[in-house]
Antibody, heavy 120, light 108 residues
Framework: QVQLVQSGAEVKKPGASVKVSCKVS????????IHWVRQAPGKGLEWMGG????????FSAQRFQGRVTMTEDTSTDTAYMELSSLRSEDTAVYYC?????????????WGRGTLVTVSS | EVVLTQSPGTLSLSPGERATLSCRAS???????LAWYQQRPGQTPRLLIY???SRATGIPGRFSGSGSGTDFTLTISRLEPEDFAVYYC?????????FGQGTKVEIK
């Protein structure tokens, strides 16, 4: 059974960066497609980006391009999502999710989410 | 990008009633690549249906999905108290994967 364990809540000032981690167990990270989804308070789900293990490429939503960086440390089976130039609208719960080895899969497994609060 | 529009925004029903939720895509989506998620208050989204009509592991039979092309439907045959939640459709046919804005099923 795949489990995704995320890092704890963060409070950041506008303009700062945040890095959220997602540790995978039950499977090998390098063979998995990890996606990042966020949810602002009272709002819906918004896909931010994901990794395609078949071609080794990372894709991000156009609105986050230039601000989001997704990386992986296969030695610890941990995926990371870093969002820079934070603004108040980035206050949200950030989830990692996966459907297994294919980028084009539904998201069977989700982390519990990491609350990021951006406030001066 | 494929835009998914869900309707209605809110569905007010009583336990035991049937719920029908709609998801319309801005362009055709292969039925292999349409999913539904449930999110209860304060909880993580949970996969209900994938491939338009296949139930995920552990999902009860009162949940069913149907549709093709640009029109998809999630049906809950008889609402249980734990079914009052927000439901999202998702397409993963084309990148970027996209979600609908959600339908809230609330107790009438």
């Amino acid at each position: 059974q795949v489990q995704l364990v995320q890092s704890g809540a963060e409070v950041k000032k506008p303009g700062a960066s945040v890095k959220v981690s997602c540790k995978v167990s039950g499977n090998i990270l390098s063979e998995m497609s990890i996606h990042w989804v966020r949810q602002a308070p009272g709002k819906g789900l918004e896909w931010m980006g994901g990794f395609d293990p078949e071609d080794g490429e990372t894709f991000s939503a156009q609105r986050f391009q230039g601000r989001v960086t997704m990386t992986e440390d296969t030695s610890t089976d941990t995926a990371y999502m870093e969002l820079s130039s934070l603004r108040s609208e980035d206050t949200a719960v950030y989830y990692c999710a996966t459907g297994g080895g294919s980028y084009y899969s539904p998201f069977d497994f989700w982390g519990r989410g990491t609350l990021v609060t951006v406030s001066s | 990008e494929v835009v998914l529009t869900q309707s209605p925004g809110t569905l007010s029903l009583s336990p035991g009633e049937r719920a029908t939720l709609s998801c319309r895509a801005s362009q055709s989506v292969s039925s292999r690549y349409l999913a539904w998620y449930q999110q209860r208050p304060g909880q993580t989204p949970r996969l209900l249906i994938y491939g338009t009509s296949s139930r995920a592991t552990g999902i009860p039979g009162r949940f069913s999905g149907s549709g093709s092309g640009t029109d998809f439907t999630l049906t809950i045959s008889r609402l249980e108290p734990e079914d009052f939640a927000v439901y999202y459709c998702q397409q993963y046919n084309r990148s970027p994967p996209t979600f609908g804005q959600g339908t809230k099923v609330e107790i009438k």
